[in-house]
């Protein structure tokens, strides 16, 4: 498979790294290292595939291009549009041109998150409670420095949509279909830079707090079950990062306790470019269906968000 990389940046390199051989060229309109400034540039009969780490705003355009061309597509999360329609359609055109177009949420393949869902599809646990996941990072400062990410929602869309995807991976999709705000705060920035939602769909209660003012950058989840707790501490690009599982003692006492933690470079990156070239190879159909999802839930809580902050 050949692949161009559409947009230079931090994931642009990643993406271009681990694309190792299969790289054939990338695409950037401002920075000098890029072989085009524009994707029409490119010769359609150079690649076929395209690692899209642009913007927000010109993703359903770039990608409604590639997709017409037959082109599969990798597409950094999130994939928003101004409604459903436009996913559909984007989805439409990827079947009638049997083009891949894949929404890269690469925390999927971190190894405590799989970890996680096994143990949650096991039944091991029991019945679950309660699930409470917080991600936290840095970057107050480095968003509110620039124009197009200190705006809209802030930290919700951007963070948020991981957290999403992640209940759906574990949980299943309706889960989290009550979401719904609880704060929303600009401590520091225009945007809101921390952001708490809950639900309580699909048999779970879940809370997700996001924030851009953990000076360290650090995640944790806490799932609380019928049988036992399990809890994940960091991810591997922080590490270290630790899965606990603890199993129920009755009628109480100190339960018996698994911890396995991990000190590593972060795999999710070549994971998912893996599954990405098995799903070509495979010729499965597009599916959109997690992102239509994830759009609704999001551009409805982002309106919230905005007007609980005063953003």
Wanted: proline fraction near 5%; charge should be negative; aromatic fraction near 8%.
């Amino acid at each position: 498979m050949k692949a161009i990389v559409l947009g230079l940046g931090v994931q642009g390199h990643k993406r271009r790294r681990v694309a190792g051989d299969d790289y054939v060229a990338c695409v950037d309109p401002v920075n000098e290292e890029a072989d085009y400034k524009c994707i029409e540039d490119v010769p359609l009969d150079s690649y076929d595939a395209a690692l899209a780490c642009i913007p927000d705003d010109p993703k359903i355009e770039t990608l409604s291009y590639l997709l017409s061309h037959g082109k599969h597509v990798l597409v950094e999360k999130p994939l928003w549009a101004g409604s459903n329609s436009e996913l559909e359609a984007l989805q439409e055109l990827a079947r009638r041109n049997s083009a891949i177009c894949y929404t890269a949420y690469n925390h999927r393949f971190e190894p405590h998150y799989v970890a996680m869902r096994n143990l949650i599809k096991s039944g091991e646990l029991g019945k679950i409670y309660r699930c409470r996941m917080f991600y936290g990072n840095g970057t107050a400062r480095l968003v509110r420095n620039s124009a197009w990410r200190d705006q809209g929602a802030g930290v919700w869309p951007d963070l948020g949509s991981h957290l999403l995807d992640t209940l759906s991976y574990w949980f299943g999709p309706d889960v989290i279909e009550g979401m719904d705000l609880i704060s929303a705060n600009t401590f520091e920035n225009l945007a809101p830079d921390h952001v708490v939602v809950g639900s309580e769909s699909g048999g779970v209660k879940t809370e997700l707090e996001m924030t851009l003012l953990m000076w360290r950058n650090h995640f944790t989840c806490d799932v609380l079950a019928e049988n036992g707790t399990a809890h994940i501490s960091s991810l591997c690009k922080w590490g270290p990062s630790s899965f606990t599982k603890r199993l129920r003692v009755l009628p109480s006492g100190r339960p018996p306790e698994e911890t396995i933690t991990l000190v590593q470079d972060d795999p999710t990156w070549e994971a998912e470019y893996a599954h990405f070239k098995a799903l070509v190879d495979k010729g499965a159909p597009a599916d959109l269906s997690n992102d239509m999802r994830l759009n609704n839930i999001v551009q409805r809580i982002s309106a919230k968000a905005v007007a609980a902050s005063g953003a």
